[in-house]
């Protein structure tokens, strides 16, 4: 079971990036697949979550109308697409798994984890 962000990069304040999340030795199928990140001296926070078997997405508040998450099943492919983005959202992001299928947006529902790409965000 391996999961493995890209995407990540350099841009300004304003600017948009999309990452993307691949799993491989395992598909997302119906489980809940979250967006987490981790700015340095700060917890890790869960920004986005998405259950397909619920049709239900979370988003955390710092990133609401902001950032989207969606997936491609036929490419077992998660994306986080990001706008309008500001110096605050500077942190390494973190793709994850959870083998409940309506799972919390919470650190602690999650099973599987990238090793997560770094976002930084210049003014």
């Known amino acids: 079971v391996q999961l493995v962000e890209s995407g990540g990069g350099l841009v300004q304040a304003g600017g948009s990036l999309r990452l993307s999340c691949t799993a491989s030795g395992f598909t997302f199928g119906d489980r809940t697949v979250g967006w987490f990140r981790q700015a340095p001296g700060k917890e890790r926070e869960g920004i986005a979550c998405?259950?397909?078997?619920?049709?239900?997405?979370f988003y955390g508040d710092s990133v609401k109308g902001r950032f989207a998450i969606n997936s491609d099943k036929t490419q077992n492919t998660v994306y986080l697409q990001m706008n309008s983005l500001k110096p605050e959202d500077t942190a390494v992001y973190y793709c994850a798994v959870s083998g409940d299928i309506a799972a919390l947006c919470r650190e602690f529902d999650f099973d599987y984890w990238g090793l997560g790409t770094q976002v930084t965000v210049s003014s």
């Open positions: 998405y259950s397909r078997a619920i049709a239900s997405r």
